[in-house]
């Protein structure tokens, strides 16, 4: 199975704060790999330096062989020039906390936007590709809505469209149902459990323990900056080896 995520000894601080204190993780092409940890662990930083919305201070993170946010010149990394790194963002999806949808958009038009744009896709293929989509994520009578008509569970469904219409290879959740009432979570997370049916390559920050255990192939549990432990669900979820895990999942479980 090829790596499609390779992070080595990543490092990112703001200010005096240390944020992220030399992270090692590989991510195999068609897996899930679900973040867990306390707020304040690194997690969000460390998903968001995946598609280079933070820069890193020291290391290397690749998806797919590439290289993400700078070329190498012998041992030297030089930043890549912004319209590069947005090519780049097209092949990694991102699904934030809350929805960043366009208000003004409806649903096919929030959809349609970044294949046109970015892609280049003549316009009447992008839409019939998003109509399609939104069949997938159960909103197909959405389509001419605007998202303040959305509840928020729907919102996170059409983000999660609209990250998929650029077709990437890896798409990444920061903490998706954390803005959500309770009983739409549900409905998220059925979208996301497809998408893992499917083979969707993910790195999912999230507290939904349950989901973790149905869905995860890797749970990796962050804590001050680090990855603490690592592996499969079973064994980080129901055996953690390191106490500041088994304290963790006391107060969540």
Partial sequence: MSVMVDIRSVHKSFGSLEVLKGIDLEV???QVTVILGPSGSGKSTLLRT???LEKVDRGAISVDGTLVGYRRSGDTLHELPEREVLRQRTRIGFVFQNFHLFPHLTVLENIVEAPVAALKRPRADAVAAALRLLERVGLADKADAYPGRL???QQQRVAIARALALEP???LFDE???ALDPEL???VLDVIKDLARQGTTMIVVTHEIGFAREVADTV???DDGRIVEQGPPAEVLDRPRHE???AFLSKVL
Avoid: Y
Wanted: charged share 20%; hydrophobic share 30%; net charge positive.
């Fill in 28 to 30: 195999d092409t068609g």
């Fill in 50 to 52: 995946i598609n280079h």
């Fill in 151 to 153: 509840s928020g569970g």
């Fill in 169 to 171: 290879r890896l798409l």
């Fill in 176 to 178: 998706p149902t954390s």
């Fill in 185 to 187: 979570v549900g409905e």
């Fill in 220 to 222: 990796v549990f962050m």
């Fill in 244 to 246: 500041r895990t088994r």
